[in-house]
């Protein structure tokens, strides 16, 4: 029998929800690309209701406590004192969601002679250290798709509420103000201007996709071209490298995997080779971005804004700078996270789970690391080594 441990993040402030806003969420056929749904045996939930906080456990108590497994459920992650720390040692099997991540760092990993199966409840598996997992044999999966229109949407949103200066807007409704010119200096059309997308991939489609009827001239960037038809459809030019992107783009969305390629991406060089009051939305990884490059090109104006709902470390601490740099549009990690999101990561999870208890195959979409070498998704769309350097600092969030 396996001893698992899951990693979620907080219920509610106002405890776990007796009620929801919605009575149902709505039931998916298939992802865009054709890729079938999360197919496990059974699913112990209501879809809609919130999995991802510790008193959903992802749906997943009945499934493993009634296989005979022992489940231990915490949002207690960072720090050497912390409950995941002393769950290690005779650890099986760690879940994490990149929301509130389990770092599963080379020293973790060698403080747990057991792991064998770390899943990432969701997508993007570079909170664990790669490397270190392919070195010790250990299969990391995460749900390819679950939630990558999610993230899309969430593009959308905080591109059109960067350049249309929503959020200062709003907060003259709340201050009891009625502000026009306030609100106005810095608000634009998204009409016409030039969007770029680091990435194409299932996210970085997505988000060109939906913003094709905004008549934007729409770039990408990626290590794989699409299809002629594809770039033909939605009237796009294709970069071979990300400077010649960000020279001629408005506003540019960052979608890829972080990996040691793409760590610090947007550093300060690159910064500098975007046009004047250039925005930039990430909700990627945070980082991709140089942190203290990016306050300090909103403070310059050489970005008029920046948006994204990831951090690093996360939680971040108190003092993080993009908590109070100037014309910002953060969030905490959510765009990933919806309830809608969750129903289908909980689902795909317990299949990850059902495959390994039952020596089945985990599909390959799902795989990052397996036998030794990235495999799968993870083969296609991340580099070997380790981004995790760092997150020690997640400790200092419980400090204050
Ligand atoms: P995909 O695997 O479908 O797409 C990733 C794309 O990134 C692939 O097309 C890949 O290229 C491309 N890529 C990798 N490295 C580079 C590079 N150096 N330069 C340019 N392109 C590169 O994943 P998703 O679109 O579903 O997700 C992308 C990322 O978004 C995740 O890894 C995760 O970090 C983040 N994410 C964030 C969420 C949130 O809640 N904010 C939720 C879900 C994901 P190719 O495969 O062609 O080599």
């Given at each position: 029998m396996a001893k698992v441990v899951c990693v979620l993040y907080d219920d509610p402030v106002t405890g776990y929800?007796?009620?929801?806003?919605?009575d149902d969420v709505p039931k998916l056929e298939r992802y865009p690309d054709g890729q079938s749904l999360p197919s496990p045996k059974g699913i112990d939930f209501q879809p809609?209701?919130?999995?991802?906080s510790v008193s959903g456990a992802l749906g997943l108590r009945k499934f493993l406590e009634g296989n005979g497994h022992k489940l231990v459920v915490t949002s207690d992650k960072d720090g050497p004192d912390s409950v995941l720390e002393r769950e290690?040692?005779?650890?099986?099997i760690v879940i994490s969601q990149p929301f509130w991540?389990?770092?599963?760092?080379a020293a973790r990993i060698a403080k747990s002679p057991k792991l064998k199966l770390i899943v990432t409840a969701g997508i993007g598996s570079d909170h664990t250290d790669l490397q270190a997992a392919m070195e010790r044999g250990i299969t990391v999966a995460e749900v390819t798709y679950c939630n990558s229109i999610s993230v899309a949407e969430h593009v959308v949103m905080m591109i059109l509420s960067l350049v249309r200066n929503y959020i200062p807007s709003y907060q003259w409704v709340i201050d009891r103000g009625w502000n026009i010119a306030d609100c106005v200096a810095r608000s634009y059309d998204l009409e016409g201007m030039a969007v770029g997308t680091v990435a194409a991939g299932r996210i970085g489609l997505g988000v060109l996709r939906r913003l094709k009827p905004f008549d934007v001239k729409l770039h990408y960037t990626d290590r794989h071209r699409l299809s002629p038809d594809i770039e033909r459809e939605l009237g796009l030019t294709f970069h071979a490298n990300v400077e010649s992107l960000v020279r001629v783009c408005d506003v540019v969305t960052i979608n890829c995997p972080l990996h040691p390629e793409t760590e610090?991406?947007?550093?300060e060089a690159l910064l500098g080779k975007m046009k004047r009051g250039a925005y930039i939305v990430n909700t990627a990884r945070g980082k991709i971005c140089d942190r203290d490059a990016i306050a300090r090109a909103l403070e310059s104006g050489r970005l008029a804004g920046y948006a994204g709902?990831?951090?690093?470390?996360?939680?971040?601490?108190?003092?993080?700078?993009w908590r109070t740099m100037p014309h910002h549009g953060m969030t905490p990690h959510i765009s990933g996270t919806s309830l809608s999101a969750q129903a289908r990561y909980a689902a795909g999870t317990r299949e990850i789970l059902e495959c390994w208890f039952e020596g089945r195959p985990i599909r390959n979409e799902y795989l990052v690391v397996d036998a030794g070498k990235l495999a799968g998704v993870g083969a296609h769309s991340y580099s070997a080594g380790n981004a995790t350097g760092g997150s020690d600092e997640a400790a200092r969030f419980k400090r204050g």
């Open positions: 929800p007796k009620s929801y806003a919605r809609g209701q919130l999995l991802g290690l040692p005779d650890a099986d991540p389990a770092y599963m760092t610090h991406l947007f550093n709902d990831v951090w690093f470390p996360q939680p971040p601490p108190q003092d993080h700078p």
